[in-house]
């Protein structure tokens, strides 16, 4: 891996810690398909299990740093500089069914500002990792997003509304308007992966409403390292703490923007 900073090593090695029972717990997962309670429970364990692992191998290495983690939510640390985003088990959903598409997903902030991301999947031993200023990596290979320019060429990664959410119908109206003028969609169900997907040139761009830190923060420094660009849904600088995300390269993204703010417009 290219990228070796202490830093790095230190979220690679509580990544792949975790990633260890969490593929042993994923083949349990496999068996508790056929049986009548389902895996529901042993796979919520499962993720506070990831979590509680990464935690302790964060807090061992890099003493008071603060902490934002979606099963447990925040710890404060004494040094307010810095701040662990932390997704044990992103792609839930998946890992639940016995898909094997999910993965663990780490970023630190310094001030503020997205500094390091690791995104590991445990399945496919796919690791990506990132620097600030030093781009992005899957395994030893450096990344760079898709240079596709044309929207008929381009294949958009996008995720469905799930149970729950109330923009079921605003997603419809945004394929039924993107689908005709593109290659292709997908929806592969974790968002950390569907952003190291367009680091890699993989996806040519990828938009989804309604997602957290957790899922994204690491994604969207990757993208950024591999020289491709994201904003909030509405087309605007992308915040952390606001919802959703649309991220492509610099030519396929104003098209993308744009796609999505019509097909809201639609709606009148
Ligand atoms: P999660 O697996 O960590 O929950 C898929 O659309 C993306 O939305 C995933 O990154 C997923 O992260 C997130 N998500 C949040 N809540 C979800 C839910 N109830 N069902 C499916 N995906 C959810
Ligand atoms: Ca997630």
Request: aromatic share 8%; net charge neutral; hydrophobic share 45%.
């Amino acid at each position: 891996m290219p990228l070796n900073s202490p830093v790095i090593n230190v979220m690679v090695t509580a990544a792949r810690k975790a990633a260890r029972k969490l593929a042993r717990d994923f083949g349990e997962v496999e068996n508790l398909q056929v049986s009548r309670k389902g895996p529901g429970d042993f796979v919520s364990a499962a993720d506070l299990r990831a979590e509680k692992i990464i935690f302790e191998e964060l807090s061992k290495a890099r003493p008071g740093y603060g902490f934002l983690m979606e099963e447990s939510g925040t710890v404060e640390g004494p040094d307010k500089t810095h701040r662990w985003i932390i997704d044990p088990l992103d792609g839930t959903t998946n890992f639940l069914h016995g898909i094997p598409h999910f993965a663990i997903s780490i970023a630190l902030e310094r001030d503020g500002q997205l500094v390091n991301g690791v995104i590991y999947n445990p399945v496919t031993d796919d690791l990506f990792v990132t620097e600030k200023g030093n781009g992005a990596y899957l395994n030893d290979r450096r990344l760079r997003v898709a240079a596709r320019t044309r929207l008929d060429d381009a294949v958009f990664a996008t995720g469905i509304p799930f149970k729950g959410l109330d923009w079921h119908a605003k997603f419809t109206r945004e394929i039924d308007h993107i689908m005709p003028q593109v290659a292709g969609i997908r929806r592969f169900g974790a968002a950390s992966l569907d952003l190291a997907w367009v680091a890699a040139g993989r996806f040519d761009g990828f938009w989804e409403h309604g997602l957290q830190p957790w899922d994204i923060a690491a994604g969207v420094l990757m993208v950024k390292e591999a020289g491709g660009f994201v904003s909030d849904i509405n087309g605007a600088d992308k915040k952390m703490d606001t919802n959703g995300i649309i991220a492509a390269n610099a030519d396929l993204l104003p098209h993308l923007q744009a796609m999505i703010k019509k097909a809201g417009r639609a709606a009148g």
